[in-house]
């Protein structure tokens, strides 16, 4: 069986009320097991392209000045 492991990590900073002065950072660790289930499989280089679109809008930002959060950029919600 034909599979991936991919791993990405996403730093990123937010504050917890909106003030800046409470701004701090995170660094996740989001892993990806991927496995082949139809005909036909995408290859590495295109799983991390996918991955790479995702994630990187995120990548060192200040989450509290993304609109898709709408305020709210606790780490549950995220």
């Known amino acids: 069986m034909k599979y991936y492991c991919l791993k990405y990590r996403l730093c990123m900073q937010h504050s917890f009320d909106g ?3 409470n701004r701090h ?4 660790e989001i892993r990806i097991t991927a496995r082949h289930t139809k005909e036909t499989f ?3 280089a295109d799983m991390d392209s996918i991955l790479e679109q995702v994630f990187h809008p ?3 930002r200040y989450l509290n000045d993304c609109p898709e ?3 709210d950029t606790s780490m549950e919600h995220l």
Do not use: A, K, R
């Open 19 to 21: 003030n800046e002065e």
């Open 25 to 28: 950072s995170h660094l996740i």
């Open 42 to 44: 995408l290859e590495f």
């Open 58 to 60: 995120y990548q060192y």
């Open 69 to 71: 959060f709408e305020g």
